[in-house]
Nanobody
């Protein structure tokens, strides 16, 4: 069984920064791609960032590219999303996700966390 638990979401002013963390329980973390999604009020859940099994490849949504960095520490079974220059439109529930593959691909995640709230005030 695999469990993903996000943390780090908080209220922050526009222009500020925060780091989200996702701790994964299980033995398959190091062998699968991971990602972050978010869902703003009244909107569909959208892709934010993805990282391959060893952190060598990453991908970002245009909305966060240049402001965010996804990383992972397989020894700690933890994935991170560093977000800088936050904007009000970044306000959303952020979800940690695990993919069935080891590399980057447009696949549906098979594991989801419960989400952590990020609120950016103007």
């Amino acid at each position: 069984q695999v469990q993903l638990v996000e943390s780090g979401g908080r209220l922050v002013q526009a222009g500020g920064s925060l780091r989200l963390s996702c701790v994964t329980s299980g033995r398959t973390f190091s062998g699968r791609a991971m990602g972050w999604f978010r869902q703003a009020p009244g909107k569909e859940r959208e892709f934010v960032a993805q990282i391959n099994w060893n952190g060598g490849s990453t991908a970002y949504a245009d909305s966060v590219k240049g402001r965010s960095t996804i990383s992972r520490d397989n020894a700690k079974n933890t994935m991170y999303l560093q977000m800088n220059d936050l904007k009000p439109e970044d306000t959303a529930v952020y979800y940690c996700a695990g993919y069935p593959s080891s590399g980057l691909a447009s696949l549906n995640p098979v594991y989801w966390g419960q989400g952590t709230q990020v609120t950016v005030s103007s």
